[in-house]
């Protein structure tokens, strides 16, 4: 696929911003209350989500009552609203979820998952019949969006975090940069391709100059995750997972002072309904076993390619689940009981 010019707007820093606040010891109510008073918080509609209430009859063979409630799922938007064409010169236009990740903190099996949905995964948008499913914020924000992916893959989602692109650039540079292993052609893309960053952070261009496991900077990180001319979206979403753990790995080594200055700056970009009072029980608890949840990271695509296949339906490229319920138990699955 021909690589845009323009950015698109993604991200993957959900879990940082909670885990940064958490993972690693910091949890005081006077620092996070200073933190978070940079956030732009957004309330949904509950009663719009299309919450499943009868999720916990699909799990109770393996999780009680206790263990179900415990476990956290926030969705990740990121959103591309700086791409042309498409509406996109419309003020109005509020942009599509080019990234689509739910994160997961499970306290029974101390891990994390990010699971990410394909952006062309054809599903059902209440109002506007089937699209794909990164069309859903453009039509309603982040309230339909959730709807779609509660109503599309039986799930009970209230909670989500929005970030623009730029953010990624920013976060890693503040972090001294990740260690990331990329192939000699990624190692090509990246150099090929990175001059759009750079001109987004006004910093001066780097070329990288071996691959294997290689320090990125930031706008080399985010050039490398927008690459779908090596591979496919599906590997591209693989490779933005990976940065997100190299950024929650690098974070993990970092000190107060240095995850308070980064945050000043990247929590201003970041749009939620979460109220992090809501997570101490399970924060407080995931600080005490760190270690093993950063080991613990599983990384997921559903629908995967076993059931689904890209279609071109009246012109327009769809990727197509041939199996909803498959679709739906997939998720389940890593959600509640791996």
Known sequence: MKYKKKSKIWMLVIID???????????????????????NFKSLDKDNLAVNEELYTKVSDSLTKGEFNSIKNIVLFGIDTQGGGDGQNDPNFLGRSDTIIVASINPKFKSLKLISIPRDTYVEIEGYGKNKVNHA?????????????????????????????????HVVNDIGGIEIKISSSEKDFINNHSKTAYELTGNTQKKL??????TLDG???????RNRTIGDDFTRAERQREVLEAIMNKMAKMDIGQISSMLDVFLKEVTTNINITDYVGTLTEIILNKNVYLNNIVSEQVPCKEYADGKYINGIYYFVPSDVEKMKEDMIEYLYKK
Request: a negative charge; hydrophobic letters at 50%.
């Open 137 to 169: 914020y453009a039509f309603g924000e982040e309230e339909l969006a959730i709807k779609t992916i509660n109503l599309n893959f039986g799930l009970n989602i209230t909670n989500y975090v929005t970030v623009d692109f730029a953010g990624l650039a």
């Open 219 to 225: 706008e080399q990180a985010l050039t490398h995750s």
């Open 17 to 39: 911003i909670i885990l940064i606040l958490t993972f690693f010891g910091i949890w005081s109510g006077a620092f996070i209350s200073s933190k978070l008073s940079n956030l």
């Open 209 to 214: 100059t071996s691959y294997g496991t290689v």
